[in-house]
């Protein structure tokens, strides 16, 4: 059975900065790739970041210059640094996963809530 386990949301202070990391289990996603997406209230998910297994690194436009998204040393771990957290930058914030290009964010884990007060 596949689980992305994400870790490391929470409710912290406008400015503050939060590492959220995901674990991959039950299959590995070499020759894919893992990312984020985050859903705040009201609104639809929506990509922000993703690390291919080539090393090619994509953001959302909205969050360039305020999060990092690396790779872990054990395998098929990601995480998502994310610094100058705002107030809008509040959502669950959900780890998924690929086998390969045009293959689609078949895997997803639970979420975990990001939550900025100002």
């Known amino acids: 059975q596949v689980q992305l386990v994400e870790s490391g949301g929470g409710t912290v202070q406008d400015g503050d900065s939060l590492r959220l990391s995901c674990a991959a289990s039950?299959?590995?996603?070499?020759?894919?790739?893992m990312g984020w997406f985050r859903q705040a209230p009201g609104k639809e998910r929506e990509f922000v970041a993703s690390i291919w297994w080539s090393g090619r690194i994509s953001y959302a436009d909205s969050v360039k210059g305020r999060f990092t998204i690396s790779r872990g040393n054990v395998r098929d771990t990601v995480y998502l640094q994310i610094n100058t957290l705002k107030p809008e930058d509040t959502a669950v914030y959900y780890c998924a996963a690929n086998t390969g290009p045009g293959s689609g964010w078949g895997y997803w884990g639970q979420g975990t809530q990001v939550t900025v007060s100002s």
């Open positions: 039950g299959r590995t996603f070499s020759g894919g790739a």
